[in-house]
């Protein structure tokens, strides 16, 4: 640099090789395009109750006890409603009261999909509490 | 190759890649953002319909499918429901908050849904979603 006129070339003194760089960033690039997934999930947030609280908020008056058998029947209070009539059942109490809690106890041999579009209408109808459980 | 080597009459040569360099710099930072670090399960899940009940769910999630034949699978392998517990308490340990999502066949069994939930919860998930069929 020392010896070098000013006038001449010093312009290509000052540039930097970058080559190096681009490499190092090609090869991040290729890294995060090869580990990228795209997650796209959609679903519903539920929750199960405690073995110590599942009995106190069975016997809370306040809540409707949705069963679904292993035949994959969905009843309450004995009566067979199907996935359909968990709407019209729930909505006027949650008018009446809105904190009426929904408790939903499938068997365990009951499809996953019955218990989730049961657990999905409740949500549809509004209710806040809402619990999913085995029915023993 | 220097560039500089003859005197002059290549400098025309020298192509300008700094705008080549600036587009991968977007894609890079593009994919960076976008990443993230999960285990998909891998198995073939014929998700439930819930309509409009379902809601989009944080994509930095635990993943665990339950297939049709009961079978519990984490990261392409089948685990059972005692096996959750020691896959997903390590990553909860360092990331208290990370949800964790079930992703439950159509025709999977309740009770074996409600046994992963059940070890889910004891591992110290937080927050456990099902997931549901994408619109």
Do not use: W
């Amino acid at each position: 640099m020392l010896g070098r006129d000013l006038n001449s070339d010093s312009n290509d003194n000052v540039a930097i090789d970058l080559s190096p760089m681009i490499d190092c960033i090609f090869i991040l690039l290729i890294f995060f395009i090869v580990t990228t997934v795209f997650v796209d999930e959609v679903g519903t947030e539920v929750s199960k109750p405690d073995i110590s609280s599942a009995t106190a908020s069975t016997l809370d008056s306040n809540s409707v006890i949705i069963e679904i058998g292993a035949d994959d029947k969905v009843r309450f209070e004995g009566d067979i409603i199907g996935v359909g009539g968990v709407l019209p059942l729930i909505k006027p109490k949650l008018d009446v009261d809105p904190e009426t809690s929904v408790i939903i106890q499938g068997h365990r041999d009951a499809t996953h999909g019955i218990v989730q579009r049961v657990h999905a209408e409740a949500k549809i109808a509004g209710a806040k509490t809402r619990s999913v459980s085995t029915l023993d | 190759m220097p560039r500089k080597s003859v005197s002059d009459g290549d400098d025309p040569l020298g192509i300008d890649l700094s705008p080549m360099i600036d587009c991968i710099f977007i894609l890079l930072i593009f994919f960076i953002v976008t990443t993230v670090f999960i285990e998909e399960p891998g198995a073939q899940i014929n998700k439930p319909d819930l309509g409009t009940a379902a809601d989009q769910l944080d994509k930095n999630s635990i993943l665990i499918a339950v297939t049709r034949d009961d079978k519990v699978v984490y990261a392409n392998k089948t685990i059972g429901v005692k096996g959750v517990g020691p896959m997903i308490k390590p990553i909860l340990d360092l990331e208290p908050d990370v949800p964790v999502i079930i992703q439950g066949d159509n025709d999977a069994s309740h009770g074996v849904i409600q046994q992963v939930h059940a070890e889910v919860k004891l591992a110290g998930a937080k927050f456990v979603a099902y997931s549901a069929k994408n619109q």
